[in-house]
């Protein structure tokens, strides 16, 4: 099933949805009472999950169209954890591009973080910061929920942990993450996390390997794979995260994106005011954002 944070008339609330259907049902309509997506996540047991998966006989409370469709987590525990580079075809456009310092035999996974105020949802607009961000580029990733605490985990217990997926699009300000020599900074400017329509059941998604992934700019794909070709797959690194570090329920990791970014094109295909950008998961949807004027 799906899992959607929508607004009705000023009031926040979490609904459940199908692939196909564009009806929401509240969660009063499961005999569920969860506020928001992250109460959800946290304390909803295996016997309430399985309830949501089946569509409630009752028709939908709402339909898509008398809702405002919001980023399923607006706020995240934590900043996101990302990984850096996890597709071997980015890998080399990013050294090539010379943005980064990569090295193209480099065999650990590259981890870093990125502050998000306020997730952006499907539809809304992407501020461009013209004052501090000469360079704005996409990222299509798949990004996993963490639904049970994971510390220590093994690679065939890690996908117990998950709770969903989302399409994240992990904007970036090349010329920030240059001149700061870590990318903190150029990834966690306001509305760069573009994240939604939904959070799809990890019951629904199934086997995390094997989703096209893809992104267009202005009608134009720019990136096309598929996460089965991930250099640190979801299983591993989960496994890899957790040994050290407990990731929370609610914890928000962005895979990874392919190549297709602008800092690989020539001419570099960076984003402008006006620009519409998409990004596409198999299975899960797609998110359109617009590029703000300012
Ligand atoms: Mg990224």
Not at 4 to 23: A, F, L, P, Q, R
Not at 130 to 135: P, Q
Not at 153 to 170: C, K, M, P, Q
Request: net charge negative.
């Amino acid at each position: 099933m799906r899992l959607y944070t929508i607004e009705k008339d000023g009031k926040k609330m979490v609904c459940g949805g199908y692939t196909g259907i564009e009806g929401l049902w509240t969660m009063d309509c499961y005999g569920l009472n969860y506020e928001c997506m992250l109460d959800l996540i946290a304390n909803a047991d295996e016997a309430e999950m399985a309830h949501l998966e089946k569509k409630p006989a009752c028709p939908p409370t709402y339909s898509m169209d008398d809702v405002k469709i919001l980023a399923p987590i607006e706020h995240p525990v934590g900043d996101v954890m990302c990984l850096g580079v996890n597709y071997y075809a980015h890998l080399v456009e990013s050294s090539k591009a010379g943005h980064v310092d990569i090295d193209q035999n480099q065999k650990a996974t590259v981890y870093f973080s990125k502050r998000v105020n306020e997730a952006v949802p499907d539809g809304g607009i992407i501020p461009p910061h013209l004052d501090i961000c000469t360079a704005l580029d996409y990222e299509v990733e798949l990004g996993v929920i963490i639904g049970k605490t994971a510390t220590k985990v093994s690679r065939e217990d890690a996908l117990d942990h998950v709770f969903g997926y989302t399409i994240i699009n992990d904007v970036s300000a090349r010329n920030v993450q240059e001149a700061h020599k870590q990318w903190y900074r150029g990834k966690s400017l306001d509305g760069f996390c573009p994240m939604g329509p939904c959070i799809v059941t990890a019951a629904e998604f199934g086997n995390p390997s094997g989703h096209t992934v893809a992104s267009y700019v202005n009608g134009e794909r720019r990136q096309f794979s598929n996460t089965e070709v991930m250099m640190r797959d979801v299983p591993g690194l989960i496994m890899e995260l957790s040994a050290g570090t407990t990731l929370a329920t609610g914890t928000v990791i962005a895979t990874g994106t392919p190549s297709g970014v602008g800092m690989g094109m020539d001419p570099k295909g960076y984003m402008h005011p006006g620009d519409v950008v998409i990004c596409e998961i198999e299975g899960i949807g797609r998110i359109t954002n617009t590029i703000g004027q300012e």
